[in-house]
């Protein structure tokens, strides 16, 4: 690659990843099942070239550029933090990271990991690292394959692995009623939809380690007993604000635990 072109690539790259972040938008307004399929091929069509530039790059003639990829994620979090700062309300920076998390999470790094370059592992890699000790967040990294695998399961990623550790079919009483009332309770306010993205972010990650662990039966067993079972109870009684204050305490108690 001569030196013009590499520049060329250098500079798309950089401006194109702050670019894949900083202007994808309102992230939930597309994520639903009937049309987050089409918009993640959109966003993915939209700046394939700035992942392959990405990828150009890292493939330099005399080996793979380990340094480049921690550049590239160092810029992307200066032009974060920058574009944060010029935010006066802290309730609206807040709200604004919360974006910026779960457009990592289901678009920038399930679209980087979607090209299989070399460079997607690794990239993602750092971004998450990266990015969660620049903000203490816990953003987990989901490929688009996982993602829809997830909608399929209506996204009840922890709910999901609970019940099937107990044996129960994946539209089993308990699921059906936990995910009506996501649906039609927690997601129609603001604080209960902002409290669904944050468990979007970190619940496969939270699945993910512990199914690893040895065990994992027993620690499924303990969030059904000490969360699950009385946020059932809850919806049936019909006490839907201390369901959500159960299911709150669910997943800052598994973020705090698996996430740290």
Not at 46 to 54: H, M, N
Not at 78 to 89: C, D, F, G, Y
Not at 100 to 114: D, G, Q, S, T
Request: with cysteine.
């Amino acid at each position: 690659m001569d030196i013009v072109a590499y520049g060329e690539y250098y500079n798309q790259a950089m401006q194109g990843m702050a670019d894949m972040l900083l202007q994808a938008g309102c992230p939930l307004d597309s994520f639903k099942k009937s049309l987050y399929p089409e918009a993640f091929q959109a966003y993915l069509r939209k700046y394939i070239g700035v992942i392959d530039a990405i990828e150009k790059v890292y493939l330099k003639e005399d080996g793979t550029d380990e340094e480049w990829l921690d550049k590239l994620v160092d810029h992307l979090i200066v032009q974060a933090q920058q574009t944060l700062s010029e935010i006066p309300k802290k309730g609206k920076r807040n709200e604004r990271l919360i974006d910026y998390n779960m457009v990592l999470a289901v678009y920038v790094i399930p679209a980087i990991l979607e090209q299989k370059g070399q460079s997607a592992e690794p990239l993602t890699d750092r971004i998450v690292e990266k990015w969660n000790n620049a903000f203490t967040t816990s953003i987990g990294k989901s490929s688009y394959e996982k993602i829809e695998e997830g909608f399929h399961k209506k996204l009840c990623y922890i709910t999901t692995a609970v019940c099937e550790s107990q044996g129960k079919a994946d539209d089993c009483y308990e699921l059906e009623l936990l995910r009506g009332y996501r649906d039609r309770y927690l997601l129609s306010t603001r604080e209960g939809a902002e409290l669904v993205k944050e468990y979007y972010n970190i619940a496969p990650t939270i699945v993910t380690r512990i199914n690893r662990l040895e065990q994992a039966a027993q620690v499924y067993e303990g969030i059904w007993q000490n969360y699950l079972s009385p946020c059932i109870r809850l919806i049936e009684e019909g006490r839907l604000d201390a369901c959500q204050e159960q299911y709150m305490a669910m997943v800052y108690e598994l973020k705090g635990r698996y996430m740290a």
